[in-house]
C-alpha cells in the first residue's frame, strides 16, 4: 500500500520533502478528510500514525525506551542473539540484518560491538529508521554505536547476490514476519502496522537460501519458539529463550 508523508507545520516542508524524495513518497500538504496511516513528521521524529486511532505514532527510538534499557541491562554477549551470531571475546563478525524492521536486534547486535547493515525493503520502515539514525547522531552517549550501524533500502534478495567476494558478510541475520493465527499475537499495534506494509513475507524461504549461499559463516534466523523451521530446514543448532527461537545455519565451504 502507498503511503504518504505528511509535515505537522509549515515549517517542516522541506525536511518531509526531502524524505520523499529519497524514499519516493507522496507527499501531503494537508491531511485528506478521512486519513489513515501517515508518515507524520513532527518536531521530535518521524512517525506512523493512524489517525484513525487514538493510539501513539510507531516511531524509531535507538536512545531511550525498550532500547535504552535493553543496551545497559541486556545481558552482554551471552544474552541468546549473541549466543546464536557466535559473539565471542575477540571475535566481532560483520553482520547484514536483512529483514530490518525497526532496527532493535540490530542496535543491540552494534552495542555488542558488530558492524551491522540493516537492509530494509519498505520505503516507509526504511525512512523511520533513517530518521532513527540520524536523530541518534546527535546523542554523543551512543554516537560510537550508532557509527556500526548502516543502512540499505533494497529488497533483500537482490542486494545479498550483489555483493561481491570481499563484501560478503560474515553472518546473515532474518527475522521474517511469522503468518501468526492466533489473535493473541496481533495485539501489538506494531504488528498489525507492520502486517498491513509488508504482509507475511512470503518469500522468507527464499531469502533463507540466498543468505546460505552468501554468508560466510553463519545465518540465524529468529523465530517464535514453537515455529515450524523455515524452508522447513533443520538448523545446525537452536538457540532458546522464552518466547523466542534462534535458529543457527553454519555455513560450511
Known amino acids: 500500500m502507498t503511503i504518504a508523508i505528511f509535515p505537522s507545520k ?35 521524529y518521524l512517525e506512523l500514525r493512524d489517525f484513525t486511532s487514538k493510539e501513539k505514532g510507531v516511531y524509531v527510538d535507538f536512545v531511550g525506551g525498550r532500547l535504552g534499557y535493553r543496551r545497559q541491562h541486556g ?27 525497526l532496527g532493535r536486534d540490530a542496535f543491540i547486535l552494534a ?4 558492524q551491522v547493515t540493516m537492509v530494509e525493503r519498505s520505503p516507509v520502515i526504511a525512512a523511520l529508521l533513517y530518521d532513527g539514525l540520524k536523530r541518534a547522531r546527535q546523542n554523543t552517549e551512543i554516537i560510537d554505536i550508532i557509527e556500526n550501524i548502516s543502512l540499505i533500502h533494497q529488497e533483500a534478495c537482490a542486494y545479498l547476490t550483489s555483493l561481491g567476494a570481499e563484501e560478503k558478510p560474515d553472518i546473515i541475520y532474518l527475522d521474517p514476519m511469522y ?19 509488508v504482509g507475511n513475507d512470503d518469500d522468507a524461504d527464499d531469502l533463507l537460501q540466498t543468505a546460505l549461499m552468501v554468508a560466510k559463516q553463519r545465518v540465524v534466523v ?7 523451521f523455515l524452508a522447513n530446514k533443520q538448523p545446525t543448532v537452536s538457540i532458546e529463550s522464552p518466547n523466542t527461537r534462534f535458529d543457527v545455519y553454519v555455513v560450511t565451504i
Open 10 to 44: 509549515l515549517e517542516l516542508s522541506t525536511t518531509a520533502a526531502q524524505f520523499a524524495a529519497v524514499f519516493r513518497l507522496p507527499l501531503l500538504n494537508e491531511l485528506p478528510d478521512n486519513p489513515n496511516l501517515i508518515l507524520h513528521l513532527t518536531e521530535n
Open 75 to 101: 545481558g552482554g554477549k551471552n544474552q541468546p542473539l549473541g549466543r546464536a551470531v557466535g559473539l565471542k571475546k575477540g571475535i566481532l563478525p560483520r553482520i547484514v540484518d536483512a529483514t530490518a524492521g
Open 111 to 114: 552495542c555488542l560491538g558488530c
Open 179 to 197: 503468518p501468526h493465527r492466533d489473535k493473541s499475537a496481533l495485539v501489538k499495534k506494531e504488528m498489525r502496522i507492520f502486517r498491513h506494509l
Open 222 to 228: 529468529k523465530r517464535p519458539r514453537h515455529a515450524v
